[in-house]
């Protein structure tokens, strides 16, 4: 079946470090990808969404670029900030459908 | 305010006795869906809705009842819940699946 596999956290970073936090898929068909962003005690919010192949989804400093060929959606940032320590998660929405599968989410802990 | 309310936010209950969990939203949204996160396991759906009267089955239904209807709201029901249903839940809207506001959270304990 579907899935989304995230790397594992936490995932420690000095401020205006770079970012990186690597996400594959497994799915049938075209597939949207996303990700989300959870801050402590809070719900989630979308960040970012690619929904084709070569898409690159983008907002508030964070890119990810739709690879098919690598079946990747990695999120990058090229100047973390403290107030980026959150849980993020990767997910893909199965074409056709209401599903939504999320990765088992990264912690981020940025240290001033 | 546009939002998503679930209430309770905190429950402590014991297995077998009958709960439910509210959501409603106020943005009109034709999407709505019922999530659990549990450590190391991420976010797992439960039930979706693409529109009023229609429901669907997530990844991990069992044990679990919903109903849609209203556009609103969406509840969630354990008719018999079990320790193995302690988890955070969330609620979600969107005008379609694409784009998700998620509620606060429901902190659910059975013991």
């Known amino acids: 079946g579907d899935s989304v596999t995230q790397m594992e956290g936490p995932v420690t970073l000095s401020e205006e470090a770079f970012l990186t936090i690597n996400c594959t898929y497994t799915?049938?068909?075209?597939?949207?990808l996303f990700w989300y962003v959870q801050y402590p005690g809070e719900g989630l919010q979308l960040l970012l969404k690619?929904?084709?192949?070569?898409d690159k989804g983008s907002n508030k400093g964070f890119e990810a670029t739709y690879r098919k060929e690598t079946t990747s959606f990695h999120l990058e940032k090229g100047s973390v900030q403290v107030s980026d320590s959150a849980v993020y998660f990767c997910?893909?929405?199965?074409?056709?459908?209401?599903?939504?599968?999320f990765g088992q989410g990264t912690t981020l802990q940025v240290k001033p | 305010e546009a939002q998503v309310t679930q209430n309770p936010r905190y429950l402590i209950t014991v297995t077998g006795k009958k709960l439910t969990v509210t959501c409603s939203q106020n943005?009109?949204?034709?999407?709505m869906s019922w999530y659990r996160q549990d450590p190391g396991l991420g976010l797992r759906q439960i039930y979706y809705?693409?529109?009023?009267?229609?429901?669907d089955k997530g990844d991990v239904p069992e044990g679990y009842k919903v109903s849609r209807k209203e556009k609103r709201n969406f509840p969630l029901i354990l008719e018999s819940p079990s320790p193995n249903q302690t988890s955070l839940y969330f609620c979600?809207?969107?005008?379609?699946?694409?784009?998700?506001?998620f509620g606060p959270g429901t902190r659910l304990t059975v013991t």
């Open positions: 943005m009109n949204h034709e999407y």
């Open positions: 799915a049938t068909g075209y597939p949207s």
């Open positions: 997910a893909l929405r199965t074409s056709n459908t209401g599903k939504l599968i």
């Open positions: 979600a809207s969107g005008q379609t699946s694409y784009e998700q506001y």
């Open positions: 809705s693409m529109n009023v009267e229609v429901t």
């Open positions: 690619a929904t084709k192949a070569d």
